[in-house]
């Protein structure tokens, strides 16, 4: 059964940077597509970058492209997601959340994954 944590949320300023790790136990990620999504209080999770190795594809939504990287090391079983130029409206809650990838591409839905983690919060402000 795939488990998987977030880490490396935290409190930065607009204009800042921060990297988000998924690390995963109990599976490989290399079998799975991951999505990074956000939500806010009152609005739906939002997804924000998506990979899947089996066909190199990665997405990203307008909001976020241009400023956010999602990259993944398989040596360590961790995706990464790089946050740059962080603005207001980037504060949420981030998860990382798993679809198994021989059977799905990406996907902007969290309704459309099987796995997520606990969350982590991002901050931003001056």
């Known amino acids: 059964q795939l488990q998987i944590v977030e880490s490396g949320g935290g409190l930065v300023q607009p204009g800042g940077s921060l990297r988000l790790s998924c690390a995963a136990s109990?599976?490989?990620?290399?079998?799975?597509?991951i999505g990074w999504f956000r939500q806010t209080p009152g609005k739906e999770r939002e997804g924000v970058a998506c990979?899947?190795?089996?066909?190199?594809?990665?997405y990203y939504p307008e909001s976020v492209k241009g400023r956010f990287t999602i990259s993944r090391d398989n040596a360590k079983n961790t995706v990464y997601l790089q946050m740059n130029d962080l603005k207001f409206e980037d504060t949420a809650v981030y998860y990382c959340?798993?679809?198994?990838?021989?059977?799905?591409?990406?996907?902007?839905?969290?309704?459309?994954?099987?796995?997520w983690g606990q969350g982590t919060q991002v901050t931003v402000s001056s």
């Open positions: 109990g599976s490989t990620l290399d079998y799975y597509v």
């Open positions: 959340a798993a679809r198994p990838a021989w059977a799905y591409g990406c996907s902007g839905y969290d309704s459309d994954y099987d796995y």
């Open positions: 990979i899947r190795r089996r066909d190199g594809s990665i």
